[in-house]
């Protein structure tokens, strides 16, 4: 353990010639002298043999293990054209440039090609990282779109994109340059996606700006209302918790990668850029989500097309369906329930069980009505309970009274809330 424990000390050719000039003394065994220097005797042999053959000390010296000839040396021009592809796509890894090298027939493993670009330099520390062990999705495109914002640095101002992305295919259905959170910009380019590929089963955002307020203990905004009139079920993810939309978090990863190392000419608008981006994303990079398949390849329209105007909703049950009052709330065996001020003059569906009915505008349960105590609460799957209690909103009118709130607040269209 002696001489394993110096050779972390001392420099290696040193010990080299430290052994062979002791071996050569005659004065001490071979045997002996590896067991000192922790080697085996073969390897001392070999440091002996060349010493003695009169190369001097540089034979001493480590020499390079690669071989002399590589018959399945990559070619240059592949190196080449790899490199250039890396460099076309900064803030693409090895797994997706081997697939655009397979659409030119030049076929790389993908070991090969990130051991050419570390070698390089082109793979920085940060961007090697584990890939997922597991991944959820819808079964069939168009059945979930998520939306989102994509933050902003302070550094790149003049610019927030709008991110909507199906669930199933990762297709990128559109991505916006918008002018900031307002309900009204984020509707047109709904209704741009929405004429263009048809309209969704339901959407998932998170609890942002317009879509959800917390100024509202149901959290819905008009925008949301709206949605839900293109019979589009709405479905909310757990606060704080940016997990559940992990395809847009991962889709806004990327987005800023490109951003930062592919950046836009100061001559170009942002929404140019953003539609390259978006052709790039859907046709040409390859997503390993889908086995390295490209979105488009998975996706397709929908089938249930954007009307021009909203038609009236065919409720299931007519017998529980009832109008929302000026006063935000529906009259049932002679007790005034509030639902929303939001849905004055909509229709909505009670269904009923034990002694309790929960409100459905639409396809979305909107409110829980408790009979036997004449109560009226917000649907709370947690995420609303977690806000309350980290001070993010405040306990809205009507919550859990029994009856119209005490009093009604004059609010704006923009800021009307379920």
């Not at 030119?104 to 990282?129: N, S, V």
Request: proline residues 7%; hydrophobic residues 35%.
């Amino acid at each position: 353990m002696e001489g394993a424990m110096r050779w972390g000390c001392v420099n290696v050719s040193q010990r080299r010639l430290e052994f062979v000039v002791r071996g050569s003394s005659g004065k001490e065994q071979i045997k002996a002298l590896c067991e000192e220097f922790a080697i085996s005797r073969p390897t001392g042999y070999l440091w002996l043999s060349r010493f003695r053959a009169g190369g001097g000390l540089q034979e001493l010296a480590e020499k390079s293990r690669r071989p002399h000839r590589s018959p399945k040396q990559t070619p240059l021009a592949t190196e080449a054209r790899l490199i250039a592809l890396r460099r076309q796509y900064p803030d693409w890894g090895a797994k997706k440039l081997v697939k655009l090298l397979a659409r030119e027939e030049i076929h790389l493993p993908r070991i090969t090609a990130h051991r050419i670009l570390l070698r390089q330099g082109l793979i920085g520390d940060a961007e090697r990282h584990r890939p997922a062990v597991k991944r959820f999705a819808r079964e069939l495109p168009n059945q979930l779109w998520q939306m989102d914002f994509k933050g902003m640095p302070a550094s790149r101002p003049g610019c927030l994109p709008l991110v909507i992305l199906d669930d199933h295919s990762r297709y990128l259905l559109g991505l916006f340059d918008v002018p900031g959170t307002q309900a009204q910009a984020v509707r047109r380019c709904l209704e741009t996606v929405f004429a263009r590929d048809g309209v969704p089963e339901a959407m998932l955002m998170d609890h942002g700006t317009p879509w959800w307020t917390m100024t509202s203990d149901a959290g819905w905004t008009w925008l949301t209302v709206w949605l839900m009139k293109q019979d589009i079920r709405i479905y909310l993810s757990g606060y704080r918790h940016p997990q559940t939309q992990g395809k847009t978090e991962r889709c806004n990863g990327s987005l800023e990668a490109a951003m930062r190392k592919r950046p836009k000419p100061p001559e170009q608008s942002w929404q140019i850029w953003l539609d390259a981006y978006r052709h790039e994303h859907n046709h040409v990079r390859p997503h390993e989500a889908l086995n390295m398949d490209i979105p488009a390849q998975h996706w397709s329209p929908s089938v249930r097309r954007f009307p021009a105007t909203a038609l009236p909703y065919d409720y299931p049950d007519p017998a529980n369906v009832y109008r929302i009052q000026p006063h935000g709330g529906i009259y049932l065996g002679g007790r005034q329930y509030f639902i929303s001020r939001a849905l004055i003059g909509e229709d909505v569906q009670l269904e009923r069980f034990d002694d309790r009915a929960v409100v459905y505008f639409y396809r979305t349960p909107v409110r829980e009505l408790h009979l036997a105590t004449a109560t009226s609460h917000p649907l709370d799957f947690g995420q609303f309970a977690r806000s309350r209690t980290r001070g993010l909103s405040r306990e809205a009118d009507g919550g859990f009274a029994p009856a119209t709130p005490h009093h009604q607040d004059k609010t704006s269209p923009e800021k009307e809330t379920l």
